[in-house]
């Protein structure tokens, strides 16, 4: 019943809408004069302007409010050539945006039809045309200069005393893994894979003994980093908005990301007088039904401290010690050590 | 005789005309091979599908603006999708899919050309129909048959295709990871596939159209600027859609039976999976070798109706003519070239990545020379504003706006932290999306009449627009700064991240913008439907335009003009010629009938006799050709 009468009352909604166009519309073709259309022309022309304006100073009032829930300065070296760069192009595109828009819209309302008004008629103009193909043509090339140059420094090989951290995305979360006192990741099968094993480690490598998996993602300030980036199950996107850092994770390809950080989680707090901020680490590649939800907190630490806490992780194996039996038999012993005995 | 069947075809409806041509329903607003016809149906089915595609964002739009609100009204249509208040994360998913689906694909690329290939091209090259009428109506009912599949996909339990428009694998192929990768995903390729075969179709058709059937006097630098951008548009769905189809083959095999083209080193739900060897990055060049084509495949008709809109209502030639051809062209050629910018972070050799960069750097020259020429065509016009013409001034508008950010998207390094942020999406739906979109309702402003023989009504088109224009920008503009603060896009929610936590009232505001500027599609659809029945009858030429559709009946029969076809002496943009008595010089007057405003080349041409130039022998000698179909045939 209660469905009926929304539609019918919807029915007499459209109804209403239709009688008063008539309306208006018979009204308005028995006052008709000769100039009407004129008047559509010049109330369309009008508000060319103000919507101009009106468009402007909106942009500009509004870009000034909304910059504060921009994000911070860049947490990373390379972010910082990021924004640079961004703020570059920002300012460029920006002068054309304003210049183009005014023109487009001045010039509609300068030359709107009036009687009498005769266009120009001006086919084309060689030197103006060349003029604005070169000179794009030379800003944009510029552009791409300054962009190769940062872009070839953030993807070239990563130094060779850079933190090695592995970080795997699976449906839904991301997990780490560290190498462990020996610096080298150990081995890895994806067929090892199971609900304990996610990693897939493969324990006939004896580097993969020592390697542990925090539940945060630690790194050090001022040290570079390498994230070496797999995925379990589908694409992924490894995303850390502050460090303007972003890489797919892929199932079957491994790829990296190395960078540095310039803050640490309480410079950061410091500097943005919120106590509670921490760095995140989101999804950026659509996964699934809870892409939105692949949270990891990020802890960036003075080199020491980072060290420090470093040292007293337990190996994945010695908190899984069941997965001793995958040793073989030559290394059991080496295993045994690694898990049990050393804390260093 | 080889010939016959092609001049039958041809002169056919013009022997016809006073006898049968109207046919029965089916014949006639069904299965026609009417290019008139079938231009409406593809605009209607377009029009459709624009409605489907915005009700889905508006449905969507609700979970981003309004998180908390409880959305247990939207049971009766959504059923078990709402649990206790909340929009299913993979129904958001499946709209935000379906909504780009049908926009990119159904509305810009079929609804788009579609429509304005098959009116225009042989209206304004003088051709009695398509080159080919039964492959042109077979590609409707392919792209028919597509919508239905993919209308039929949104109805099923597991949720149609949920892995957004791109539907990378390895989430499309595994329903383990999403229920919508099922049947869902299974009826998607299916629809695709007779898409794809409905637009190479078309293609070939529009293709052959242009080079075989224009009328005598209409060289290729006699074209209006429309009928080379659709032109282009065709080559350039000719040379990609093809390598889409190649990506769902696989995609389907991969799906189906057991291969691994995309698939390697995958542990889902518990259980190794035995694929090995294969690479989604595979997936992703072969669809983006088809997916940024496509969004020129959008624009360009775009371009080309917008220019056409713009020097009728400027009363002005179109400034530098054969740049608008050229950077056409160049665009065209680049768009093939710049693909893997979709991909800078998708762990792709860096190296390429540079390749990449610089092609959508060059790109942006031919796309900036366009805007510089419309806005040189707008100095010291003679502005009517039609509501078409507001239109394609809006067109002009988000065309430059959404392309200034392509600067900042093109640069691999921003790319770094914009990708897969609000800021692209504000990028592509002011550049790609409502630029085609304007120009989509520019040419059905323009065209109206000579589609339907009645005026829409005028007043409203203005309401339309300013509400539309308006609000297109309330929508897309603030997503730039959604980007700047790091959002990603294709999140259900923002709640789960401190970093994304802001901007709740901005969110909000945007859907509010949404729902507005969707009601304002409603004058838009009252209008249209109201006018083709009961608008004001249109006359001959209402915005006394140059190009040859004009010169047919008000409304064409089967064959556009009875008698002979027109005769072309010069370009389409002779308006406001110095020394004419009117304002526009239509494309078949002779020179020789306008002493007064030839131009100096002009009148050195009439000296020599160049017959196309003159007239009077060029057309005696085409009515004897034309009027005699049975020596054609001999």
Known sequence: ?344 | MAVQPIHQSQEEPFVAHEEHHEGNFITKYIFSQDHKMIAKQYLVTGIMWAIAGGLLSLLFRLQLGFPNANMDWLKPLLGDWIQSGKIDPELYLALVTMHGTKMVFFVLTAGLSGTFSNFLIPLQIGARDMASGFMNMLSYWLFFTASVIMFYSMFIETGPAGGGWTVYPPLSVLPQAISGSGLGMTLWLISMSFFIASTLMGGINYITTVINLRTKGMSFWKLPLTIWALFFTAILGLLTFPVLFAAALLLIFDRSFGTSFYLSDIYIAGEVLPNVGGSPLLYQHLFWFLGHPEVYIAILPAFGIVSEVIATNARKPIFGYLAMIGSMFVITFLSVTVWAHHMFVSGMSPFLGSLFMLASFIIAVPSSVKVFNWLATLWRGDIHFTPAMLFAIGMVSFFIAGGVTGLFVANSAIDIQLHDTYFIVAHFHLVMGSAPFFGFLTGGYHWFPKMFGRMMHKGLGYLHFWLTFAGVYLVFFPMHYLGMAGFPRRYYSFTGFDAFSSFTDLNAFISIAAFVTFGAQLIFLFNFFYSMFRGRRAPQNPWRSNTLEWTAPINPGHGNWPGSLPVVYRWPYDYSKPGAQEDFIPQNVPFAQTPESNLPEEVKAISEGLPEVVGKDFQDKMEGDDISPENLAQ
């Open chain 1, 1 to 344: 019943m209660e469905k009926i009468l929304i539609a019918i009352s919807f029915g007499l909604l459209l109804l209403i809408i239709y009688l008063i166009f008539r309306a208006v519309t018979l009204i308005l073709s028995v006052n008709r004069r000769a100039s009407d259309t004129d008047s559509g022309n010049r109330i369309n022309a009008i508000l060319m302007i103000i919507f101009l304006t009106g468009g402007m100073g909106l942009i500009f009032w509004y870009s000034n409010k909304a910059s504060a829930h921009f994000l911070p300065e860049s947490a990373s070296v390379h972010g910082v050539w990021i924004d640079e760069l961004f703020e570059t192009t920002l300012l460029i595109t920006g002068i054309v945006f304003v210049i183009t828009q005014t023109l487009l819209f001045y010039f509609s309302y300068r030359y709107q039809h009036k009687p009498g008004r005769k266009a120009l008629f001006y086919p084309h103009n060689n030197k103006l045309e060349i003029t604005w193909t070169v000179v794009p043509a030379i800003v944009f090339i510029a552009l791409f200069v300054a962009g190769l140059d940062a872009w070839s420094k953030i993807t070239s090989k990563a130094p060779d005393d850079a933190v090695v951290i592995e970080i795997v995305g699976q449906q839904f979360s991301w997990i780490v893994r560290y190498p462990g006192e020996d610096g080298t990741l150990g081995a890895y099968d994806y067929r090892l894979t199971d609900g304990v094993n996610s990693f897939g480690m493969d324990f006939t490598d004896r580097a993969s003994f020592d390697d542990f998996t925090p539940p945060q993602l630690h790194i050090p300030k001022g040290k570079p980093v390498l994230l070496k980036i797999r995925a379990k199950d589908v694409m992924h996107s490894v995303y850390l908005p502050h460090f303007r850092l972003k890489m797919d994770a892929v199932p079957g390809m491994p790829t990296m990301f190395h960078f540095v950080a310039r803050f640490t989680t309480q410079e950061m707090r410091d500097k943005l007088g919120d106590q509670e901020f921490n760095f995140e680490l989101a999804c950026a590649e659509l996964c699934g039904r809870a892409h939105f939800a692949m949270r990891l907190m990020v802890v960036v630490e003075e080199e020491e401290d980072f060290y420090a806490w470093y040292k007293a992780q337990k190996p994945w194996l010695s908190e899984n010690p069941e997965y001793l039996s995958k040793v073989p038999g030559t290394l059991k012993e080496w295993a045994g050590i690694k898990t049990e005995h050393v804390n260093f």
